[in-house]
């Protein structure tokens, strides 16, 4: 007689004979409950048993311990544990197809945020451009940032496709917004500003030279979400990605630019210098791009408000240019201190705030409703 174990998802491996069977549990590849089906039979059994059967005592000698049972109370040994998991560490194809889509898109995200940074490289290696690789990994660091988002705030009714619009959108014409704004406030003008010895005039630079237009230029892709009246979550999360697009562009122009200048002021490169241009090449494609996210969140949470109240938009509206104008620019005043990191944790609670304090928002227009 033959026999099938049965693993734990019911697959049938073998057959084998009784005395192989025996030789495993000896060698501890299986245990003695572990689960065998005869050839030709439908009904699982214990493996004790069927070595039981086997071993039963003959010639008037009931008091024979068998082998199954002398080779059970013995410990297992390393190697032992060791080859019980080895058909279990090998990669069958079977089993590769048997894993659920949902696990296989973990895969694929798992291997993209770990091995991107090293096709990278390799792409740099190969062809010594340099430029499409700043690119890959502001657009990589981007991509993490979105995940995030997403796995943070859950919004129900988000598209990839109009995701990835409102991120190239973002990129492409709030930058060119910012620029054709300088043709009204010339950067000459805010440079003074922003550069007074005074902190109130140098808010104040920042405020109207900068803050402002740059949040103003990054609400423009979510004016062509404003007829599908999104949810207030939704709104903030495409925001988001609003402010992502718009700081990863802003950061990229940073590194061939603002940054050498900072790091190598006489155009001499030295280690400092160097180490200098490194961490501010990090932090305009982390930290910034999340604060630019932040504020724009903000301002998408608010005009998703506002839709709800399409009567009545005006004040959202106005809360969604002026908040996140005021913390940028508090931020940007004050960004070489820990003043600018505590504006900023400021900025991540206020966008968490905000959604808690939802459902307030909305009694202040159903109590008054003639008035915000």
């Given amino acids: 007689m033959r026999y099938f174990l049965v693993d734990t998802e019911g697959r049938r491996i073998g057959p084998y004979s009784r005395e192989e ?5 000896a060698r501890g590849l299986v245990e003695a409950d572990s ?5 030709g039979d439908d009904e699982e059994v214990r493996l004790d048993s069927v070595l039981v059967e086997q071993d039963a005592p003959r010639h008037g000698n009931p008091q024979r311990p068998s082998e199954f049972e002398a080779a059970a109370s013995r410990p297992p040994s390393v190697t032992q544990d060791f080859l019980r998991l080895a058909p279990h560490l090998m990669l069958p194809l079977r089993d590769l197809r048997r894993l659920p889509w949902r696990e296989n898109r973990r895969i694929v995200a798992l291997a993209f945020v770990g091995l991107m940074p090293l096709i990278l490289m390799l792409h740099l290696h190969t062809t010594s451009n340099l430029g499409v690789a700043i690119w890959g990994v502001a657009l990589y660091s981007s991509l993490i940032w979105a995940i995030f988002f997403y796995i943070t705030f859950s919004p129900s009714g988000i598209q990839v496709s109009r995701g990835l619009l409102t991120f190239a959108g973002s990129t492409v014409f709030s930058i060119s917004l910012v620029a054709l704004a300088r043709w009204v406030i010339p950067f000459q003008w805010v440079v003074l500003w922003i550069s007074a010895p005074n902190v109130g005039t140098r808010w104040a630079g920042h ?15 979510l004016y062509f979400l404003w007829p599908a009246r999104l949810r207030p979550q939704a709104m903030m999360f495409y925001g988001l990605v609003s402010g992502l697009g718009f700081g990863i562009y802003e950061g990229v122009a940073y590194q061939s630019s603002y940054n050498l200048q900072i790091s190598f002021p006489d ?16 932090l305009r494609i982390t930290s910034l791009p999340f604060l630019h996210a932040m504020w724009t969140g903000i301002a998408g949470y608010f005009i998703g408000m506002a839709a709800q109240f399409p009567r009545r938009p ?7 240019i002026l908040v996140p104008s005021l913390l ?3 931020y940007n005043t004050f960004s070489t201190s820990i003043a600018g990191v505590i504006v900023a944790f400021v900025t991540v609670l206020a966008l968490n705030l905000y959604v808690f304090k939802g459902r307030d928002f909305e009694r202040a227009f159903e109590r008054s409703p003639n008035r915000f």
């Fill in 21 to 25: 069977l025996a030789l495993f549990l």
């Fill in 35 to 39: 689960l065998v089906i005869a050839e």
């Fill in 314 to 320: 005006g004040g959202f509206m106005i809360a969604a």
């Fill in 207 to 221: 405020l109207v030279g900068v803050a402002a237009v740059e949040e103003l230029a990054k609400l423009f892709p």
């Fill in 267 to 282: 155009g001499i490169p030295t280690p400092e210098g160097a180490g200098v241009y490194y961490m501010l090449n990090i």
């Fill in 328 to 330: 940028h620019s508090t």
